[in-house]
């Protein structure tokens, strides 16, 4: 069975930092790209930030570029999210995706990924 979940939320005052996890299994991890979402309630689920199969290359929304870091641990089935500099816009549940295929310039469409966790909540207080 297919299995992401997300950990790490928590509330932040504007200006801190949280560390988003992804654990994964019932797939080849090291075969996969992974991405992260969020959706603030009322709004679309926006992309984030996205990383290969080999932890190359990232790739960031310009709205958290500079302060957030995704990186891959292959050995660990684990994807990170480091979020800092912390802004109340920033407020959502934050989702990762996975799928083995991934058209690198569509990276943000949500409609590209096989399997999804069920999100974890990140608030920042102003």
């Known amino acids: 069975e297919v299995q ?17 996890s992804c654990a994964t299994s019932g797939f080849d991890f090291a075969s996969y790209h992974i991405a992260w979402f969020r959706q603030a309630p009322g ?15 990232p790739y960031y929304a310009d709205s958290v570029k500079g302060r957030f870091t995704i ?3 292959n050995a660990k089935n684990t994807v990170y999210l480091q979020m800092n500099s912390l802004e109340p816009q920033d407020t959502a ?9 991934v058209i690198t310039s569509a ?20």
């Open 4 to 20: 992401l979940v997300e950990s790490g939320g928590g509330l932040v005052q504007a200006g801190g930092s949280l560390r988003l």
């Open 107 to 126: 990276w943000s469409r949500p409609e590209q990924y096989a399997y999804w966790g069920q999100g974890t909540q990140v608030t920042v207080s102003s």
């Open 43 to 57: 709004k679309e689920r926006e992309a984030v930030s996205y990383i290969r199969r080999r932890g190359t290359v």
């Open 93 to 101: 549940v934050y989702y990762c995706a996975a799928k083995s295929y």
């Open 71 to 73: 990186s891959k641990d």
